[in-house]
Structure formats: C-alpha cells, structure tokens
C-alpha cells in the first residue's frame, strides 16, 4: 500500500499528527519529516488504524529497518526483533515503545555528536555553536516523537530532556533563533543586543556542552532501561 493511502485512512480515523502532549514551548514546532520519521509515522499511523499488516510491510521495507539494522549493535539488544513481533502480535503498546526507543537513540546520536562539535578544536567558536544548533535542530526532530512515549512511561526523564534541549538551545547563543525554536523569539518591537540569544542568554560553550551531556546520559538510562 502505498504511504498516502496510509496516512489517508490514519487522517480518516481522526489520528492527528503525533505531537508532544506537554505545554513547554519548546513542543510547539512540529519539525519537518526526513524519510526516517515518514516512516515511522506510516508504521504508527497503520498500527493505530488497526492495519499492523500494513505496518509490518511498511516497517521491513522501509528506512526504520534498515536504520536499525546499521546500528544494530548499539541500539538495546534485539529492538528489531521486538518490534516485528509487537506488529505480527498487533501489541499496539509494543509498538510504541520500541519505535520510541529507535527514536530516543537516533536523538542520543544526534546529541553526542553535537557535543564533539562543540569541543572541536579546528573551528571558530561561533562555527562550533552553528554546527551544534543543526545538530540540536535534528535531535528534536526524533525526541518530539519520542516523547508521546517517553514522558508515560517516564515523566521525570521527559521533563529533563525537554529543558535540556531548550538550555542548550539558549546557551548556544546566536542572535537569529532557529526555526525549531521560533517561540523564544523577542516581543514584537524589541531588539536584542548583539551576541545575546533571542531569550536573553549570552552564549556560553561549557553550559552548551554541560545541558548537552545530561541530555546524553538521561538518553543513555531511558535506552538501558528500554
């Protein structure tokens, strides 16, 4: 079946688009799909929808899979396996989890990654900051569909994180504020001083890092426990 099918008898069934459930206004902007959360949300869609069939074929043949497979060794042991027998089982439950567990790595990946970039001695700080934003800008991508699970099943973690990601936004500074963030964002007809981010924050690389590793190692324990 093909994915607009899929997502059409998802809008059908009343499914909206999944978005975190908290009021914290870093959940406010609903990022733009790459071609691993497409497929996540056909499998998601298709399995609320009562097709786990669909979500089964839409999972072997797609991205998520073969995501997974590459990096089979470092994500928790057999979530592969877990997940295709939460599908053959149609364990809705089961589903959501372990997809949010593949999410939840693919935000840790991000994250540690930024972290290097912050650290790396070979660029200009403030090109250490811009390439750590992007990087950010892409973990949300993964955590804002992560966390339908992840603040159930743990809310302490789930608050960590999104602050995590909002403190590391602002300590990384910039006076133009990404798209992911737009509602931090000065009042209309007020500027902000050069080198000060939109919040108020001057940059700052070790409080950047410092929010950066929590978010890591709160990561780290959701997937151990996953």
Do not use: C
């Amino acid at each position: 079946m093909k994915r607009t099918v899929v997502v059409a008898v998802a809008l059908g069934l009343g499914l909206s688009p999944l978005t975190p459930t908290h009021a914290h206004h870093v959940g406010v902007f609903t990022p733009k799909d790459d071609d691993i959360t497409k497929n996540f949300k056909d499998i998601k869609f298709a399995s609320q929808a009562g097709r786990f069939d669909v979500a089964l074929k839409l999972f072997e043949e797609g991205v998520v899979h073969e995501t997974m497979e590459r990096f089979e060794k470092a994500l928790p042991p057999r979530l592969e396996d877990h997940l295709r027998a939460a599908l053959k089982t149609q364990d809705l439950p089961g589903v959501e989890s372990r997809l949010a567990l593949f999410l939840a790595f693919m935000t840790r990946e991000r994250v540690r990654t930024a972290v290097g970039r912050l650290r790396e001695p070979r660029l200009q700080s403030e090109q250490r900051r811009e390439q750590a934003r992007k990087l950010l800008d892409a973990a949300w991508r993964y955590y804002n569909l992560a966390d339908f699970v992840i603040s159930r099943q743990d809310p302490k973690a789930s608050v960590t994180l999104r602050l995590a990601f909002e403190d590391a936004q602002s300590f990384l500074g910039g006076t133009m504020v990404d798209p992911m963030w737009a509602t931090g964002r000065s009042a209309p007809g007020t500027t902000t001083p050069p080198g000060v981010s939109p919040k108020g924050v001057r940059p700052d690389d070790e409080k950047a890092a410092a929010a950066l590793n929590l978010m890591e190692g709160t990561l780290d324990e959701v997937l151990r426990r996953g």
